[in-house]
């Protein structure tokens, strides 16, 4: 089983920076592609940015520049980085690793950017 706790959302300024932390537990590799994704009120939910299993990565174009995604494989812990946030950025951010066939989901991290 694996779990997955973000922390690290709150209120912040327009052209502030927010970190987010994902801290997973279970039968977890260094290799299991992370990621983060995040859903605004009345939206669908979509991927924000995602390390894969060969360690590239993937940025949205909405966030690309601003946010940066990083990893501790001794933590077992992802992390978002997140700069020049907009107010368009305000939403709910889960957490996502894929492990085998499965897909695992935090319970997610409110950020609210005010103008």
């Known amino acids: 089983q694996v779990q997955l706790v973000e922390s690290g959302g709150g209120l912040v300024q327009a052209g502030g920076s927010l970190r987010l932390s994902c801290a997973a537990s279970g039968s977890i590799f260094s290799n299991n592609a992370m990621g983060w994704y995040r859903q605004a009120q009345g939206k669908q939910r979509e991927l924000v940015a995602r390390m894969f299993s060969s360690g590239s990565l993937y940025y949205a174009e909405s966030v690309k520049g601003r946010f940066t995604i990083s990893r501790n494989n001794a933590r077992n812990a992802v992390y978002l980085q997140m700069s020049s946030v907009k107010p368009e950025d305000t939403a709910v951010y889960y957490c996502?690793?894929?492990?085998?066939?499965?897909?695992?989901w935090g319970k997610g991290t409110l950020v609210t950017v005010s103008s």
């Open positions: 996502n690793i894929v492990v085998g066939m499965m897909n695992y």
